[in-house]
Structures are given as structure tokens and as C-alpha cells.
């Protein structure tokens, strides 16, 4: 879909109905900002009031939450604000484009950072294993995107479609890592086995990688499987309080889900296949971090 373009909407083979339909969304989507950019603090007071009643719990039953959750939330409010004054400071600037292709750079390196510290990585080259699925996923999702019409070729669409794969696709890479590296550890004597029995590391690979892989895709194939039945994708949401029509709309989600779904199976794949070869050396023998006990 051409969002913010007087231009057909959608990509090709869409179907000629999407011409000249995005003025009428866009412009309603200008009135809903504006009438939404007087939010003070008893608006936002009011949002906390799930967060309030979650820790309220948490302190009755002692489950050691609060702190936690507490900074979470502060933690959130205070990195948004920050985003959202440096990407106005971005796209009204002359090289909008230029920044905001630095911007996600930025993304893909932090996501890339956090996939390794969050689970203290075996090795060093889980980094780099990590950025390349991190940022192949989403050049590979602009790329689609963009040459085929769903979105113009522009820095606000750069930063959200970007934002919206590595967000989806960082947390499965996190948990794959770490189901990988429990999974060597827990079955250490297994892998072992399978050495002492001739098997190289490409065939340890094979057989101890699958659980760890799949653990990592379960939520977000459980998100995918109940997706419009229970709760409806933010790209969805956004394109229906702008006004699009909802097929329209559907067919936008569609697109996005399935790249969003990609990307986060490429990273867990990629990562927890990296992690199952790290737990091997070159002499075939298991690696010494699989001995030791985990650090988180």
C-alpha cells in the first residue's frame, strides 16, 4: 500500500480499487495526531492503571515483581520520548533518507548487541552470526516492501518496517540462543556420545539444534496462528483508525505478517544453528563453555 502518496495504493496485482483511496486515510490519520497530541499526564496516569493493579498483586503474594515491572515501565516512557525527539529531529532534516538508513543501522547493531550480552554469548561469533540474520532479514524486508509498492520509498517507512521486523524477530533470536545453550548443557553427555560414534559437528547440528529452534518460534507462530481472531497487528490497527478500508487493510497486515514471520524464523534458525556449532571445537570435542554453568 502507497501510504501518504496520492498514488495507487497497494502492491501490483492488488487490484485497480486501491487507486486514490489513501488521501481520504491519510489526511484522517493527520486529524486523529492532532487531536491526540494534547495528551497530558492524566491520560497517561490513567494507562498505568493495568501496571498499577499487576504490581498492586505482585506485593500481595510476594512474587518479587514490582521493581521489575516498575522500571520496565519507566524505562519504556523514557527511551520513546527520547526516540521520538530524535526522529523529528531526522525527518525534518535535509538528509531524512541518509539518517534515517544511520537509524537503522543503529537498530540492527543494538539489536545485534542485546542478542549476545542478554545471553552472555559462548563466543564472539554468535555477534556476528546475529547481526548478519538480523540485518539480512531486514534489508530483505525493505527490499520487498519497497519494490513491490506497499510502502513508498521513504525515511518514515524505512524506520517503521525496520523497526517492526527487528522488534519481532530480536526476542525469538534471545530465546533461541538460550534454549540452545541449556539444551548442550543439560545433554552434554548425549553430544559426547554422538562424537565418540563418528558423527562431525554438521551432524550434531542436525540433531541437537530442532527443540531449541522450535521453542524459539513458538510465539510467534502462536501469534500468527490466532492473528484477527484475538487480537488485531499494530500495521492493521493503524491503517483502520486512519480509515482505510479494512480488506485493504487485511491485505497490508498480510504482507507485513508474513515478513515479520520470515525474519523472525530466519534469525532463531540462524542463531541457534551458530550456538550448536560454537558448542563443538574444530578437534571434535565438546567446548569448554558448555561445562560451565550458565551465567544468566
Known amino acids: 500500500m502507497r501510504v501518504g502518496e496520492g498514488s495507487p495504493v497497494g502492491p501490483a496485482g492488488f487490484g485497480p480499487h486501491y487507486a486514490g483511496k489513501i488521501g481520504r486515510p491519510v489526511v484522517l490519520l493527520a486529524q486523529l495526531n492532532a487531536e491526540s497530541a494534547d495528551l497530558g499526564l492524566p491520560v497517561l496516569a490513567a494507562s498505568l492503571i493495568l501496571v498499577v493493579i499487576a504490581i498492586g498483586f505482585g506485593l500481595w503474594l510476594r512474587l518479587g515483581i514490582t521493581r521489575d515491572v516498575v ?3 519507566l524505562r519504556a516512557a523514557i527511551q520513546l520520548l527520547a526516540v521520538g525527539f530524535i526522529l523529528a529531529t531526522l525527518f525534518e532534516s535535509s538528509r531524512a533518507s541518509l539518517a534515517a538508513a544511520g537509524w537503522v543501522l543503529v537498530m540492527v547493531g543494538v539489536a545485534t548487541f542485546v542478542i549476545g550480552r542478554r545471553v552472555a554469548a559462548p563466543s564472539r561469533g554468535l555477534y556476528f552470526v546475529a547481526g548478519a540474520a538480523v540485518a539480512l532479514s531486514t534489508l530483505l524486508s525493505l527490499v520487498v516492501v519497497f519494490s513491490t509498492g506497499v510502502l513508498p520509498v521513504g525515511p518514515v517507512a524505512m524506520v517503521v518496517m525496520a523497526g517492526i521486523t527487528i522488534g ?31 558423527m562431525n559437528r554438521s551432524q550434531v547440528v542436525r540433531f541437537m539444534a530442532p527443540g531449541p529452534a522450535r521453542d524459539a518460534l513458538i510465539p510467534q507462530i502462536e501469534r500468527t496462528k490466532v492473528v484477527g481472531l484475538i487480537a488485531l497487528p499494530g500495521a492493521m490497527t493503524g491503517l483502520l483508525l486512519a480509515g482505510v478500508d479494512p480488506v485493504d487493510a487485511v491485505l497490508i497486515q498480510i504482507v507485513v505478517m508474513y515478513l515479520v514471520l520470515g525474519a523472525t524464523a530466519l534469525c532463531a534458525v540462524v542463531t541457534v544453528a551458530a550456538v550448536s556449532r560454537s558448542a563443538i571445537t574444530d578437534y571434535l570435542v565438546v567446548a569448554p563453555w558448555v561445562t560451565e554453568e550458565a551465567r544468566n
Open 71 to 73: 522500571v520496565a515501565a
Open 168 to 198: 519481532n524477530a530480536m526476542p525469538s533470536a534471545v530465546l533461541g540462543v538460550k534454549r540452545a545453550m541449556a539444551e548442550h548443557r543439560s545433554r552434554k553427555g548425549e553430544v559426547e556420545a554422538l562424537l565418540s560414534l563418528g
